[in-house]
């Protein structure tokens, strides 16, 4: 089964986004769910990763004090609240399980599964 990322699209700089992974038809145990993002001609990179029953969450460098991640347990779906958006915040932005048993605090993707096709986010005046 692979998470689903949604809600992306185009936006001005300094706007607000945000982004939804449905997690409802993972059968597998996972501690949590993390984000990633893929600009064009560059390698995917790590956003943050929040655990789903701690709410405990950790985050990029680039993102942090600007992006929320936040989990409906009931829903089984993850939340990414982007705000002061940046046009080097464009990317396709996926959402991915964190594999239990793996560290918390990686930010490899290795170390998360069940990848999903991504959103497209868009940063443009």
């Known amino acids: 089964v692979q998470l689903q990322a949604s809600g992306g699209g185009l936006v001005q700089p300094g706007d607000s986004l945000r982004l939804s992974c449905d997690a409802s038809?993972?059968?597998?145990?996972?501690?949590?769910l993390g984000w990633f993002r893929q600009a064009p001609g560059k390698e995917r990179e790590f956003v943050g990763a929040?655990?789903?029953?701690?709410?405990?969450?950790y985050y990029a460098d680039s993102v942090k004090g600007r992006f929320t991640m936040s989990r409906d347990i009931a829903k089984k779906t993850a939340y990414l609240e982007m705000n002061s958006l940046k046009p080097e915040d464009t990317a396709v932005y996926y959402c991915?399980?964190?594999?239990?048993?793996?560290?918390?605090?990686?930010?490899?993707?290795?170390?998360?599964?069940?990848w999903g096709q991504g959103t497209q986010v868009t940063v443009s005046s």
């Open positions: 929040i655990g789903w029953m701690s709410g405990l969450s």
């Open positions: 991915a399980a964190h594999i239990m048993g793996r560290p918390w605090g990686t930010t490899r993707e290795t170390d998360f599964r069940s």
């Open positions: 038809g993972a059968t597998f145990r996972s501690i949590g």
